[in-house]
Structure formats: C-alpha cells, structure tokens
C-alpha cells in the first residue's frame, strides 16, 4: 500500500485527449487564443530542449579533464551575445504584441446596435439573465454567428463569468459593472462556470449557454418563452419568488429576516410608519411589490426596492396564490 493513496485521482486511460489540450472552439475568439497559447507552449518547449540540451552536452564536452588542466582567461563573443538577447527580445515581444492586441479586441464590446445586450447577475450561487424584452433566465442563450454583450454585475461578492468553450472570462464585480462580448460559432449547449472562489457552494455555479442556430431562432424561443409554463399557480408563484430575489430579505416560513416574513402575510393588522393602521389583502400584497415606500411597515427600514417593470400583473397573480398557501395551517 503506498504512502499517498489518493483514490479519486483518474486513471491516465480514463483521460481523453479533450482534457489535456484546449477545450472545443466555440467562439471568433477561441481560434486566435489557442492559436497564441500552442505558439508560445511550442517555442518554450523548443527553447527548454535545445537549452537543455546544448547545456548537458557543454556540461560534458568542456569539463575538468584532470585537477591539473589550466582554464583559459575570459572570452567573449560579441556576435554571439547580441544574437542570443536580441532573438528572444524579438520573440518575448511579438507574444506581448499578440496578446495585447487579443486583450484589447475582447475588451472592446462592439457598439453597433445589432449586438443582443444581455445583463447578468452574479449572486451566491447562481446566474441570472435578463435579455431586452425583460425575461429573465438562469441559462444564458444566445444566437450563433451574432455579437453578444453581457453587462456583468454582482450582487453580493467577487465571481467570475468563465466560458472556457467560448475563451472568456471577466471577473464580475459587486459595486461596478463589467462588459464583456463574445460571438459564439456554433449551437450547442456548453458550460458556463464561476472561476472566482466565492464561498463553500463555489464549484456549484455552474450554469449552461445555450447557443440556438442563429438569430432568427433566438428570437423566436425569447418570444415564446414562458418560465411559467405548464405549472400550477402556486408553484409559478414560488418560482416568481425565488427568481425575483425575494427571498434575499423574506421567508415563508414566520421568522422576519430584512423584511417581515411573509407567512400569514393576508389579512393580517398592520401599523405603518406614517401611524396608520389597515387589515392587508392580496391589493396590499401587489401595492407593496409595485410601489414598496407607499406603505411602510413599522419597524423595518424602506430598503424594498420597487418592481414596477420588473414584474408582470401575471406573475403578482401567481405570487398572490403562493402567499395565500404558505400562510394556510
Ligand atoms: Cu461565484
């Protein structure tokens, strides 16, 4: 039995060539990228062998023949010593040129108006995406062959928007936004990952990118997209709760957290801050969401951001239906 018995380790069989070189090319980016990375990885190796090399056979070839051997006075050689700085000075600056001029095109977000904008969320665990006509996802789709920028903003801590298919990766900020942009070159579904430690479910944030055939069909699924479909009421009002980020400051389950707790939250007598007093109902339920400083509990802070625009008299509806059951018992 040996010292570092480590099980979980693949065997070298288990490895496909897929895991030790690059990753499937799947954006304008990624040809250039690997194109730079092979180049500078085989001018390394041949300058690591022909270094070692040349160094093990002077090794041999000039050592110390017998204690008596007399070395020679310095030399120098000054064809030589410009030759060996000047040809990597050469090298070492054509690879800070390619790279810069990759960095700065992944840098640039294109600001024609045909590029899809879609903002994203960062937040302990998850992504969200929200595309122009306001719907929101947890997987980002895309169109092939169409220039994509992603508005990245984080709600909580540092993470970082890693697609190793598409080679990008930025680090997503809380208190800034960052933009990145990207043209995938096939559809397909491929991995969407945080590369940025952000706390114990870290290698859980995980999510896809869906990249449809082309424009046209993108634009069809974003039109018929309805995460609520095929769902009772009351479970479409649970996803309405959870995707809006409700839960961030409520709970259905009696405990007030930021906000009061939303269990029992109809029909029961409130006093507010102004002093006035009402028994709520489900139009107290939707005021608060739409308009939150309209009424303010007392004893908590106005900190509820309004989500007029941001939610539809539907998805009150379903919200209104999933309150009304939590607070049952
Ligand atoms: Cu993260």
Redesign the pocket.
Same mark, same amino acid.
């Given at each position: 039995m040996g010292l570092l018995n480590i099980p979980s380790l693949p065997s070298m069989s288990a490895l496909q060539p897929q895991d030790i070189w690059m990753p499937e090319q799947a954006s304008t980016f990624a040809e250039n990228v690997d194109w730079l990375f092979y180049g500078i990885l085989y001018i390394c190796i041949f300058f690591f062998v022909l270094v070692t090399a040349l160094t093990v056979y002077f090794v041999v070839k000039y050592r110390r023949k017998s204690p008596m051997q007399e070395t020679g006075g310095p030399t120098h050689n000054w064809f030589l010593e410009i030759t060996w700085c000047a040809i990597p000075l050469a090298i070492v600056g054509w690879m800070w040129f390619e790279g810069f001029r990759g960095f700065m095109e992944m840098r640039s977000s294109p600001k024609g108006a045909d590029a899809l904008r879609v903002i994203v969320n960062?937040q302990?665990?998850s992504w969200d995406f929200t595309y122009p006509n306001g719907a929101m996802t947890q997987d980002l789709h895309v169109p092939a062959n169409h220039k994509v920028v992603l508005s990245l903003n984080s709600l909580d801590?540092l993470?970082?928007f890693y697609v190793n298919t598409f080679r990008t990766k930025m680090d997503v900020v809380p208190g800034r936004i960052n933009e990145i942009w990207f043209e995938p070159t096939m559809a397909g579904e491929f991995t969407l990952q %945080?590369a940025?430690y %952000?706390?114990d479910e870290?290698s859980r944030?995980r999510s896809k990118v869906i990249v449809h055939e082309d424009k046209a069909a993108f634009d069809t699924w974003l039109e018929s997209y309805d995460p609520y479909k095929g769902l009772e009421p009351i479970a479409a009002g649970k996803l309405v709760f959870e995707s809006k980020g409700c839960t961030q400051c409520h709970n259905v389950t009696g405990t007030n957290q930021i906000g009061p707790t939303l269990k029992g939250v109809i029909g029961r007598e409130r006093e507010f801050a102004d002093g006035t007093k009402m028994v709520t109902d489900a139009n107290y339920v939707r005021e608060s969401v739409l308009d939150s400083k309209a009424k303010v509990v007392k004893g908590f802070d106005p900190v509820m951001p309004n989500y007029k625009g941001r939610i539809s008299d539907k998805e009150i509806g379903f919200l209104i239906e999933y309150l009304t059951e939590v607070s049952k018992n």
């Open positions: 960062a302990k665990w801590v993470h970082s %945080c940025e %952000c706390g870290h944030m």
